[in-house]
């Protein structure tokens, strides 16, 4: 499940009537109406009732939709375009800690209801909630009805897909579990605490609060309880881990690759050791090198399928398991990453941003999440330099901007040429 944007606070959200909701859809649209982008919406009706939903939810909320700006975000999820060491140290940082264990503090009864209902640790089910929204700070910008609409009319060859969620979102609305109007999410359609498509929603999504309805947007017990579900129905298993880290001889030529999972006395034979020097626990498990053999190694069980179920990404589900330990107070990654880079915290992004708007670019707001602009910013810099601009966000880019060097914005082609170039014109 994806993760885009800011969301509007709950208050904003709140005082957008039903009596206005049509005009609170379409007013978010800013992409211009497709000629056919109608026509398709009414081609979609069709399946949409033959699907359960009445006419009366389809007219009120999908026919007055018109497109948005989604299509441009196609295949560009972080979690599959970022380096694994950056996206790990912007997800997995002090600052998510700290924020994570104040909102387990605050919400232990929805977390231990989540465990005993279904055997996944508080830790984990946090750690999903963390990446997947800030704790709730970050659900998305879009309502997810007309992006939904949107991908299903675009002629992506994934449209059907799409379709298919966008009649499921309907069956959320129409079935009373999630206002419209609170359907805020990311691109893709995900949304919520824990990001839910739709579909999986209509699956997994539990109502741990007695209400009736599964809320996963207003309701945390709900969102964190549908998310226990979700990995349980996945093949979690109660009581053991997702993995550890490995220390592993360099004579091993073995396989590597979560599907290569072999016994535990197999690795012990392989000369294979745990960093923290405990033994190995809970087998069968797969060796994980995601920077290649110089860098941190990962013996993962099939708990961390069940993360990686969540979203089919090895960096999405190795920061999910990451941020779970340092939840409990276990450290981090010990072993450096090759060549000795770092990726960088939100605090070192937010002073990139600030030194990067200092020498002229434009990079919207320093919130430290590193958008087209600022990748844009960062690639132009790199070719001042006389480096590969790739937009890239390192350890290195930052000391050479805190020394000052790079010039100033523009010049050489301009930053817009480069923005092309990389970004695919967003």
Not at 7 to 27: D, G, N
Not at 325 to 346: A, E, I, Y
Not at 375 to 388: L, S, V
Request: aromatic residues 10%; proline residues 4%; charged residues 20%.
């Amino acid at each position: 499940m994806t993760r885009f944007g800011s969301k509007l606070s709950k208050a904003r959200r709140a005082s957008v009537s039903a009596a206005c909701l049509a005009a609170a859809l379409t007013c978010a649209m800013s992409a211009p109406a497709w000629a056919d982008f109608q026509s398709c919406l009414a081609a979609i009706r069709g399946d949409a009732l033959a699907k359960g939903i009445t006419s009366q939810t389809y007219d009120t909320y999908a026919a007055p939709l018109q497109p948005n700006d989604v299509v441009q975000f196609v295949g560009a999820q972080p979690e599959f375009t970022t380096l694994v060491w950056e996206y790990l140290a912007s997800l997995v940082d002090e600052e998510r800690v700290t924020e994570g264990k104040a909102k387990m503090r605050e919400f232990p009864n929805a977390l231990s209801a989540a465990e005993k209902a279904y055997g996944v640790d508080a830790y984990t089910v946090a750690a999903v909630w963390g990446v997947e929204s800030d704790f709730g700070k970050d659900f998305g910008k879009r309502l997810i009805l007309p992006s939904l609409a949107t991908l299903s009319c675009s002629g992506i060859s994934r449209a059907g897909y799409f379709k298919g969620e966008f009649i499921a979102a309907l069956r959320i609305v129409q079935e009373g579990h999630v206002k419209a109007d609170h359907m805020y999410g990311s691109w893709a359609g995900a949304f919520g605490h824990t990001q839910f498509m739709p579909t999986t929603f209509l699956r997994y999504a539990v109502d741990m609060e007695g209400t009736g309805h599964r809320d996963v947007v207003d309701s945390v017990p709900d969102a964190l309880g549908s998310t226990a579900n979700y990995l349980r129905a996945n093949g979690w298993i109660p009581g053991a881990v997702w993995g550890y880290e490995v220390r592993v001889p360099a004579s091993f030529k073995g396989a590597t690759g979560r599907s290569a999972k072999q016994s535990l006395s197999y690795w012990s034979g392989q000369g294979v050791t745990r960093v923290d020097d405990k033994p190995l626990r809970d087998g069968p498990a797969a060796l994980l090198q995601p920077a290649g053999a110089d860098g941190p190694s990962f013996l993962v069980t099939k708990n961390f399928d069940a993360i990686y179920s969540y979203n089919a990404s090895i960096s999405y589900a190795l920061a999910i398991a990451i941020l779970s330990d340092r939840l409990r107070g276990q450290p981090g990654v010990v072993t450096p990453w090759p060549g000795g880079v770092r990726g960088l915290t939100r605090d070192d992004r937010r002073e990139l941003q600030r030194l990067l708007a200092g020498q002229g670019y434009d990079i919207g707001t320093a919130d430290g999440v590193l958008g087209t602009k600022s990748r844009a910013a960062i690639a132009d810099f790199q070719r001042k330099r006389g480096e590969t601009a790739d937009g890239h966000a390192t350890s290195q880019i930052l000391d050479a901007l805190r020394q000052g060097g790079g010039g100033t914005a523009g010049g050489g082609g301009g930053i817009g040429g480069l923005f092309n170039s990389i970004f695919g014109g967003r």
